[in-house]
Nanobody, 124 residues
């Protein structure tokens, strides 16, 4: 199982960014996927989850309408669109595969495979 996140970089406040996470080694559509982020000096935090089919999404309370999770099962890729970036969005962003038998989507312990992370730095 491999998860490869990419798309991060240095951006200006107000910009938009789309992160991608390409996966291999398993049947992608069988698993829910999520994005987390970890800001400097802080704990890793849940952002959003999407079901295996892509038909259901779930977001952390702070997300509001700025962030959208999606997936393309034909490409074995999950995405995270972030709009109106601000300095508070500076973090390493991680994609993760949710374990079949775990149902707490916000918990790090529900995920059995993680990407390596991609750094997003937002300058004001």
């Amino acid at each position: 199982v491999q998860l490869q996140a990419c798309g991060g970089g240095l951006v200006q406040a107000g910009d938009s960014l789309r992160l991608s996470c390409a996966v291999s080694g398993y049947t992608f559509s069988n698993y829910g996927m999520a994005w987390f982020r970890q800001a400097p000096g802080k704990e890793r935090m849940f952002i959003a989850h999407i079901s295996g089919s892509g038909g259901m999404t779930y977001y952390a309370g702070f997300v509001k309408d700025r962030i959208i999770i999606s997936r393309d099962n034909a490409k074995n890729t999950v995405y995270l669109q972030i709009n109106s970036l601000g300095p508070e969005d500076t973090a390493v962003y991680y994609c993760a595969r949710r374990s079949i038998d775990k149902y707490d989507m916000k918990s790090l312990n529900s995920y059995d495979n993680w990407g390596q992370g991609t750094l997003v730095t937002v300058s004001s």
